[in-house]
């Protein structure tokens, strides 16, 4: 779960053992944890410097809190995003008010015919990498998922609200299926397209419900680059999605497409009444498939289902 604040797993089990402990010398933890000392070494020096703990003279290693180490970890993170988000709207008002950006760094599409050729250049033309950003409400009709180049690799995170559309999780099981990289975010700042860390679609206004007033085609060096930066904050901090089939008793299918809706769904958050709205069923019958899947994968509890499912990996951890 720490990976999200940049804390690898291995760091993750030396600070959890160090919450228990409160003190502690590396050699003990080593021991504790079953990690080379080299290993568990690193792992402190990176909590430390992240302020999660101290070390003293002695080499006696100190636990820093979790609401006030965490908590200051976390306020950084969302602070530094904010700031990114900040200055997406600023350059956007910049445009809006004519302030000459370099030629060809910025270029306004405003009508459906320039953003269907955009983006059909785009999915041809893409070699390295496609990012995006998806939150209603929906204005482009396109089909990301239907390139012919191979090449490319596609990371694209969902705004939770998207999730209310009923299609959204055939959609995404669709893109898992194809090796696409999911992930869901409780809030994006706008849509957004990135195209190779070269061009970056995004629209006028942030809540734009139509092709008017247009999209914005970026272009400039430093604005991509901010732009891109902005995606990835996002994307570590957003919950990775890994829905896939897979089987837990010989010959039978754990995961069929409905299994990997309702999963999808339950991961947003909905209760099961809501469920069953989006799946065009009852509330019973979601409650059935919740228990036929603790069942195939022997838990006792939902949150055992979403551990299994993440160590299984179908969802991440």
Request: glycine fraction near 6%.
């Amino acid at each position: 779960m720490l990976n999200r604040l940049g804390i690898s797993e291995q760091e993750e089990t030396v600070y959890v053992e160090l919450l228990r402990c409160h003190r502690m010398t590396v050699s003990d933890m080593a021991e504790v944890v079953d990690m080379p000392v080299a290993t568990v070494t690193a792992a402190v020096a990176r909590l430390v410097a992240l302020g999660l703990a101290t070390r003293d003279d002695s080499g006696l290693h100190m636990v820093v809190p979790p609401d006030v180490g965490l908590g200051t970890l976390i306020a950084q993170r969302q602070a530094a995003l904010q700031q990114v988000q900040g200055r997406l709207a600023e350059l956007a008002e910049v445009y809006r008010m004519g302030a000459a950006s370099p030629a060809g760094e910025i270029e306004a599409l405003t009508t459906q015919e320039q953003l269907t050729t955009w983006v059909d250049n785009m999915e041809r033309g893409a070699r390295r990498e496609v990012l995006a950003f998806f939150r209603p409400p929906y204005v482009l009709d396109v089909n990301l998922d239907d390139s012919t180049n191979a090449l490319p690799t596609y990371r694209y995170v969902y705004e939770r609200a998207a999730l209310d559309d009923p299609r959204a999780p055939a959609e995404i099981g669709r893109f898992l299926k194809s090796g696409y990289e999911i992930r869901i975010a409780a809030e994006l700042p706008s849509k957004m397209i990135i195209v190779d860390r070269e061009a970056v679609l995004l629209p006028m206004l942030l809540d734009q419900a139509s092709v008017q007033p247009g999209f914005l085609l970026v272009r400039g060096q430093s604005l991509v680059h901010l732009l891109v930066a902005l995606f990835e904050r996002v994307w570590q901090a957003a919950t990775p999605l890994r829905l896939t089939a897979t089987s837990v008793t010989e010959g039978v299918s754990a995961w069929d497409d409905v299994d990997v809706a309702l999963l999808t769904y339950l991961l947003s958050g909905m209760p099961d009444k809501t469920v069953a709205s989006r799946l065009g069923t009852s509330e019973r019958t979601v409650q059935r498939r919740i228990r036929r899947l603790m069942k195939l994968a022997g838990t006792d509890s939902r949150m055992q289902l979403a551990w299994y499912a993440a160590r299984s990996g179908m969802i991440p951890s």
